[in-house]
C-alpha cells in the first residue's frame, strides 16, 4: 500500500516536471518570430485610418499567435482581413495573426493587414514603433517605415492602399 502510494507520487512529480519544461519550450519558441519589410502607407489628408504591412516569419517549432498590437502612434491597432462580397473589398476584423511553425506570413500578399486607428498624421519617411504581444506572452516591437502609398518598390499599388476602406459596421 505504502508502497504504491510512494511510486504514484513520483509519477506526479516528474508529471509535474514534464509540464513546466513544456512551458519553457513554448515560451523559448514564441521568440522565434521575426519581422521583416514592415511599412506603413502614407496617409492621405483628412484619412482616419492607415494601413501597415510587414511578414512575420517564425523559425520556431512551435505555432505563434499574434493577438495584440499597440503603438504610440495611434489609438489603437487591429488586425483586419479583406473580403470581396459583390464585388466590394471589404475589411473584417481577426482576433489574431496566426504564424505557423517555421512558416511565413506576409500581410500585403494575402490581403491581411493591420489598422491603425486614429493616427497621429504619418508621412513617408517617419519610422513607428509598433509592439506585438504573442498568445504565449512574449513581445516582440517592430520598427515601420512610413512609405508613400501609390507604389511600393515593384511599381505595384500596395494592396490595403488603393483601396477604398469599406468596414464592416457589426
Ligand atoms: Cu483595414
Keep these: 500500500m505504502m508502497r504504491s502510494r510512494t511510486s504514484a507520487r513520483r509519477v506526479l512529480a516528474a508529471a509535474a516536471s514534464a509540464a513546466v519544461s513544456l512551458l519553457g519550450l513554448a515560451a523559448a519558441a514564441s521568440a522565434d518570430v521575426t519581422v521583416e519589410s514592415a511599412w506603413i502607407a502614407e496617409m492621405p489628408p483628412g484619412a482616419t485610418t492607415a494601413a501597415g504591412f510587414a511578414t512575420f516569419v517564425n523559425t520556431g517549432a512551435e505555432d ?89 518598390a515593384a511599381g505595384a499599388a500596395p494592396p490595403g492602399g488603393a483601396h477604398h476602406h469599406h468596414h464592416a459596421q457589426e
Design 64 to 152: 505563434v499567435a499574434i493577438v495584440a498590437a499597440d503603438s504610440a502612434c495611434c489609438e489603437r491597432i487591429e488586425f483586419h482581413e479583406m473580403q470581396m462580397a459583390d464585388g466590394v473589398a471589404r475589411m473584417r476584423p481577426r482576433p489574431a495573426l496566426e504564424i505557423p511553425a517555421g512558416e511565413s506570413l506576409s500581410l500585403a500578399a494575402t490581403g491581411t493587414h493591420l489598422m491603425l486607428i486614429r493616427p497621429q498624421p504619418l508621412q513617408a519617411g517617419e519610422r513607428v514603433t509598433i509592439r506585438f504581444a504573442s498568445e504565449s506572452g512574449q513581445e516582440l516591437a517592430v520598427e515601420f517605415e512610413v512609405r508613400a502609398r501609390k507604389r511600393d
